[in-house]
Each structure stands twice: as C-alpha cells, then as structure tokens.
C-alpha cells in the first residue's frame, strides 16, 4: 500500500516534537504576561482582500487562497497583524490606550522550502495600539529580547538589528528615488544578506535608478551605529530628528536592561509594506539562520484597513529559527515524558480494586495509568517502566486481604506496603518532599 504521507512543510509534532514547541510556547506566553499584555486570538480563515490591501507581494504571492462555498475569495491567515487591526478597529472607541495584546497563532505561507521556512509556523505577537510615544517602541523591542533571554540565549547568541523606515526613506528620496518606487527599494534592500549585491543592484537598475544611486543606496545601510547616524544626519533638516530619537530609544533601551543585545543596522528594512517607522530584527549572532524576530511601527495600516486613525507598533517570533538555534546552542530542556503512577493488579479479584486506586490517584492529580489486559505482574511492570512511572502502586491478592498497597519507587527500586487510605497522602508527602529538594 502506498505510504500516507502529509505535505510538504506541513510539520507533524510526535511528543518530543510538541515538547519543544510548547517549552517555547509557555516562555512567550510567560514573558508577554510578565510585560504586561493579555492575549487574544482571532480565527484562522480570512476575507482574502485584509491582506491584499497592505501587507505587500511577497505575503500575498504566499497566500493559501481559494473561493468558500458561498462564492467568498478567502484565505489562510499568513500573519496576524490584519485580524488584530481588523479587531481593534471594530472596538477602537471602547477599548483603552494603550491597548497591549499578544497572541500565539499557527499561520500558513506557501514559501520556497529552505531552511528555516516551512508552509506552517507558529508565532509570537506582540503589539502595542494608541501609543506614539517612543517609549513604547522601547518597550517592544525589550519583549523580544527578554523572550530570547528567558530562554537561555545571550547577546553572543541573538542580535536585534535596528532600523528606521523615516530614516530610510528620507535618505532614498536624497538619491533620487520617487515616492511611487519606495515600498519596491525597500523591498528590495530587505533581500541584502539573502541575495548577492550584484543581483539586488541589477533589480534596482530595472526600477530605473541609476549606478550612483544604487551605490549610494549600498553605501547609506552600511551605516551602523548611533554615533555614525549623527554623524552624517546630525544636521539634515527631517531626518535630525529621527535620528535624535533613535538616541532617545537606545537609552530607554538601557533602562530596561536589553541594551547589550541591540545595534544600528539600516540594512533592515523589513519586507511587509506596513512599515512606517522604528523596524527591528533578531538574528543568530553568527546569521547563518533566518530572522528569528521582526517588527515595527505600523501607524498608518489602521487608518488603510478600517479607517480608524491609531499608531501602532508590534512584532511577530517565529518557532522554527528559533527552536532551531535553541538546539544548536544545546539549551532545549532533556525530552522527559513520564507518568506518576503505574496501577499493577495482580489476580483477577484485584482488578475491581485497582481500578478504584487509579481513577483515586486521578482525582488527586497524580497521572496514572495501568494495563488494559491486566497480564502478568512482570509484564505490568515493564509497561510501567516503559511508561517512565515514578511509582507502581501494586494489588495483588495479600494486599487485598490486608487492605493494604504496595508503592514501589521505580526510580530507587524499593518498596512498602501502605493501608489502602494512605496510599494517595503518602505519594503526596514524598511529591512535596522531591519537590522541595
Ligand atoms: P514577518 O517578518 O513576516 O512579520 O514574520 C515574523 C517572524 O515569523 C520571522 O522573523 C520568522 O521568525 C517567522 N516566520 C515568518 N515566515 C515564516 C515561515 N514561512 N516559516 C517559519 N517561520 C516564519 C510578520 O509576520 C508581522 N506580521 C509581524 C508583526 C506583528 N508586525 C507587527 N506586528
């Protein structure tokens, strides 16, 4: 018979799989809550135009699209900053500013299979709406950071690239580049690292820019540092200010205490077209993955998608890099799957008793299970170390006459009897005592 098999960048998680993903996940949700944001969620089907509005060709070249029963051009949600809009928007009078959501969607792109890309993935959201203040900025790169920091990586493990879409855009329009071919130079830029420069200068030819400008464009996102900024914008009339408060940003920045993670960087630009102010990104020190993070401020998409005129600013952070450099770096927790209690029954007569024992044990937290066919003792026991059991609780016939159980710690190989009633207090004694060192 032919092998089923599931499509291709679609993940299947076996336990030790969906171990790793919901450590990951449990630190995001963790984090997002420790900052201060409630979560919220959003379906996963949408009408197809939230997307093709604003978030740009290459999301809408990705979409997994197709016409619903009812004739509605529909789509799979690719990323899940058009439903938070598409949300807020609908409340955004009653809600309070600023709002702060996060949300963990599964979201859906039909990518070029390449290492870390996959069709499916799921991501962290974290966005701040109703809030200019350059604090907030601050404040969501600092989520980012302490997301990879709670989860073990330093800042010679990630990076946080920093950029600033007014900047960009203020020195593009210096060397000649029309208001109307913006979002395709950025888009562009955004290939630089993934792509040769040779073939980025030959895209940017065919948008009918010149040699010097496209060397000038090379030239001005080589430019790192705050100090090299204020060097060359210090006194440009519109671009000073931004500068100055990026400056602003990177002290807030201190005070949080993420700082040692983040540098200037205007190769970022970021690929979505929403983008209109401070972009970041994270990425492996070495940059031999993919970004594991990318964000920014957003202050006009509101106003495109619901008419609502509200800033905004948010970041999404993927699994797959992430998870991926978790393991290269060796900090992903040992694979443990366990259970409490294994319930052994040895004779028929025990069998009654000994499933009493373990819907008890359920009822007072402890996972347990015993087996079905009720074979022999040996056998019982070799499930229940191949089950990862602490205990195996035993019945056996003497037990039963003597209202007693056996609790054996499979772990340290000895044994007691205990009165039948004691059996859930004493497994709780020793849990707390484990428990507390
Ligand atoms: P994005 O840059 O498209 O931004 O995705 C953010 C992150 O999601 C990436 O850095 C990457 O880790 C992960 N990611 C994206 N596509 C894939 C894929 N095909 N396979 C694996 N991981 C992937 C956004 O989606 C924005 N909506 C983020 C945002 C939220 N901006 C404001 N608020």
Redesign the pocket.
């Known amino acids: 018979m032919a092998e089923l098999r599931g499509l291709p960048?679609f993940r299947d998680f076996y336990p030790e799989d969906l171990a790793v993903r919901s450590h990951i996940i449990d630190v995001w949700r963790d984090v997002a809550r420790r900052y201060g944001f409630v979560e919220f969620d959003g379906p996963p089907l949408e009408p197809l135009e939230i997307y093709t509005k604003k978030?740009g060709s290459e999301?809408v070249a990705?979409l997994y699209q197709f016409e619903d029963k009812g004739g509605r051009r529909v789509a799979l949600r690719?990323?899940?900053?058009?439903t938070?809009v598409r949300m807020v928007g609908a409340r955004a009078r009653a809600l309070p500013k600023p709002i702060r959501w996060f949300s963990v969607p599964q979201?859906y792109?039909y990518?070029r299979q390449q290492r870390?890309?996959?069709?499916?993935?799921f991501?962290l959201?974290?966005?701040i709406l109703g809030e200019t203040d350059v604090l907030a900025d601050a404040e969501l790169l600092a989520v980012a950071i302490e997301v990879v920091r709670a989860l073990g990586l330093s800042p010679n493990h990630v990076r946080a690239r920093v950029s600033d879409r007014r900047l960009l855009g203020a020195m593009f329009r210096r060397v000649g580049v029309a208001e109307d071919q913006l979002l395709a130079v950025y888009h562009v830029v955004d290939r630089l690292g993934r792509e040769s420069e040779e073939s980025l200068a030959g895209r940017l030819e065919k948008l009918g820019l010149d040699r010097a400008a496209i060397e000038h464009i090379f030239a001005l996102t080589r430019l790192s540092g705050i100090d090299q900024l204020h060097a060359e914008f210090g006194d440009v009339e519109g671009v000073s200010e931004v500068v100055g408060e990026l400056s602003t940003y990177l002290s807030c920045l201190e005070n949080l205490g993420v700082r040692d993670y983040v540098d200037i960087d205007l190769s970022i630009v970021?690929?979505?077209a929403?983008?209109t102010g401070i972009v970041f990104?994270?990425w492996d020190a070495g940059r031999e993955l993919?970004?594991?993070?990318?964000?920014?401020r957003?202050d006009d998409l509101l106003q495109a998608l619901t008419g609502v005129d509200m800033p905004?600013?948010?970041?999404?952070?993927?699994?797959?890099?992430?998870a991926e450099l978790l393991r290269e770096r060796g900090l992903l927790p040992e694979y443990r799957s366990g259970i409490d209690c294994y319930v052994v029954a040895i004779g028929d007569e025990a069998r009654g008793e000994a499933l009493k024992l373990a819907a008890e044990l359920r009822g007072a937290g402890f996972s347990t299970a015993f087996d079905f066919a009720m074979r022999s003792p040996k056998a019982q026991f070799k499930s229940a170390d191949q089950m990862g059991a602490r205990w195996a609780v035993v019945i056996g016939p003497e037990e039963l006459a003597a209202g007693r159980a056996l609790i054996r710690d499979m772990g340290r190989g000895h044994e007691r009897a205990v009165d039948r009633e004691r059996v859930v207090p004493e497994l709780r004694e020793v849990s707390t005592v484990d428990s507390d060192g």
Do not use: K, W
């Open positions: 960048g978030s999301i990705q690719p990323e899940m900053t058009p938070l979201l792109r990518e870390g890309r996959l069709r499916e993935h991501q959201n974290v966005d970021r690929g979505l929403y983008y990104e994270l993919r970004a594991i993070c990318g964000g920014g957003y905004a600013l948010g970041f999404g952070m993927g699994d797959v890099v992430l």
